[in-house]
């Protein structure tokens, strides 16, 4: 794969959704993303109203932004020691333990020395405050995600089969920074919201989701 580089760096975005990044080299694995290759392909499914609006948005956001299509729980497209920033939001806890155990060796070998990732991750324990304060339940589920809809139709199965239902397999504490100081980086740090340790600009916005999540770097 050609690797384009913004200012001398190599700058990877996984799991990126409607979030595309300027600068970074953005990745999903929304199958949806290889409709891009197929000119007015969203006129044809809103018109006949086969996927949900927000499809065709990220169709074309794909086709605007050049997402591209990648499996973080699989073999990463990059040389070793070649990438200079790995940056993900709420994509990790939808990976279970073995496939987040691929991830983390792959990020590990994609990455400069001294390079970093940013993972930011939901915050269990912010879950855990709301449901005690407000005893909902069906709220508890829906922003936990550990539970979903089955899919239904025929776009909405396929996708499944492809990738899977979307749900968390994992959650994170601020105590997780023991068990990420166990893997082979260098040094791992939980941050603040809008703290970074990165010494140059990139377009993350990291106050992203800040009321529901906790901010993560590793350095290898």
Request: hydrophobic share 35%; glycine share 4%; with cysteine.
């Amino acid at each position: 794969m050609k690797v384009p580089k913004v200012n001398n760096l190599v700058k990877i975005h996984l799991g990126c959704g409607m979030n595309a990044l300027d600068g970074f080299i953005n990745f999903d694995n929304n199958i949806f993303v290889f409709f891009k290759y197929v000119p007015h392909i969203e006129s044809f499914f809103d018109f006949f109203n086969f996927v949900p609006k927000w499809f065709c948005e990220f169709i074309s956001l794909a086709r605007q932004k050049n997402i591209r299509y990648c499996d973080a729980s699989k073999k990463l497209p990059f040389k070793d020691s070649s990438v200079d920033l790995i940056y993900s939001c709420h994509m990790l806890e939808h990976l279970d333990k073995d496939e987040s155990k691929t991830f983390f060796n792959e990020s590990y070998r994609v990455l400069k020395k001294n390079g970093v990732m940013r993972i930011v991750v939901p915050n269990f324990h912010k879950l855990i405050e709301q449901y005690k304060n407000d005893n909902d339940v069906e709220k508890f589920l829906r922003n936990s995600c550990l539970v979903g809809k089955k899919p239904k139709n025929i776009l909405k199965k396929l996708q499944y089969l492809l990738q899977g239902h979307g749900w968390h397999h994992q959650m994170f504490n601020e105590k997780s920074l023991t068990l990420f100081k166990k893997l082979k980086f260098s040094s791992v740090e939980l941050l603040d919201p809008g703290k970074t340790n990165l010494d140059y600009k990139t377009s993350i916005d990291y106050y992203e989701r800040d009321n529901e999540s906790l901010y993560f770097e590793f350095v290898k």
